[in-house]
């Protein structure tokens, strides 16, 4: 068995609990593989987070932004995480159970060859134009170069082939149930629970009435997009591409889900540490 490890970088109590998961792994039939940065602060060999794909577990330790990290390099490899920040909608171990956590998984893995998990739909935006994002866990985000009063993009909404809403508006976001708590939430949209199927078409700053939609994950989302020479698509917030317009992005489920390990979190216990 392969277990990949991702530390928040910079954050010390990451790195240390990193090493107590590393040493409790020690000496059996597990390898470990460490982040480029984890290695650098624990003097170990490291590896890049693209490659993690190739584990049997990754286990992240930081926030929801850590998980998502090591879910863009997990690809459909299990990621357990364990929190350290605020929330941790998608982080459902505390770090005084980090240790026994991993440990419990790995015992389960020698078993029955598999690891714990739930399945979450991925969100993957492409454009006519032949070019294609990382898959979002979170968002896609269709926007301008700029927000605010004189900025903005035209934009025709298609869902399945029928009309939405054409507007101009800051952008749109097509968040999947994991995003809802996080950018959508602030633009407005509504909260989706775990196991719900469906993803949210939600306006930023909508000049007409563009009520957030909730459509199901089988389906398609297209955007055609106008108005300034250039557009910004973005997945997750980091994975990015500048567009020309006039633009068509179709965003609909990604191939492959990404795939929670470990316990499930406590949906609306983690919803009052919003507030």
């Known amino acids: ?13 990451a790195a240390y609990l990193a090493a107590d998961v590393r040493e409790m792994l020690a000496g059996g039939d597990v390898e470990v593989w460490l982040d480029t940065a984890t290695a650098d ?6 590896h890049e987070v693209a490659e993690f794909d190739a584990c049997d577990l ?3 330790i ?15 490899t299990p990621v357990l995480g364990v ?24 015992e389960r893995y020698r078993e029955t060859d598999e690891v714990r998990h739930r399945e979450v739909p991925r969100a993957a935006a492409s454009g006519e134009r032949e070019w294609s994002l990382t898959p979002a866990l979170n968002e896609v985000v ?3 170069d700029q927000r605010g009063h004189g900025h903005g993009i035209d934009i025709e909404v298609r869902v399945d082939g029928s009309l939405f809403e054409a507007t101009h508006a800051d952008g749109v976001l097509i968040a999947t149930p994991t995003g809802s708590t996080a950018y959508n939430l602030s633009e407005g949209g509504p909260l989706v629970q775990p196991g719900v199927g469906a993803f949210v078409v939600n306006g930023m700053c909508a000049d007409e009435a563009m009520p957030p939609l909730l459509t199901p994950v ?3 989302v ?4 106008d108005g300034p020479e250039y557009a910004v698509v973005s997945s997750d917030g980091s994975n990015r591409q500048r567009v020309k317009t006039p633009e068509v992005i179709t965003v609909e489920a990604a191939d492959e889900p990404a795939r929670v390990a470990g316990p499930d979190s406590d949906f609306f216990q983690a919803l009052k540490k919003l507030k």
């Open 218 to 220: 089988g389906g398609e």
């Open 1 to 13: 068995m392969r277990v990949g490890i991702v530390a928040q970088r910079g954050n010390s109590r």
């Open 62 to 76: 930081g926030g929801d932004g850590t998980f998502l990290f090591a879910a863009r390099g997990a690809g459909s």
């Open 222 to 225: 297209t955007v055609r997009v």
């Open 83 to 106: 929190n350290l920040g605020e929330v941790g909608f998608l982080n459902a171990v505390a770090p005084e159970d980090a240790v026994s956590a991993v440990r419990r998984e790995v």
């Open 142 to 144: 269709i926007q301008g």
């Open 58 to 60: 990754v286990v992240s």
């Open 41 to 46: 602060a624990l003097d170990g060999d490291g």
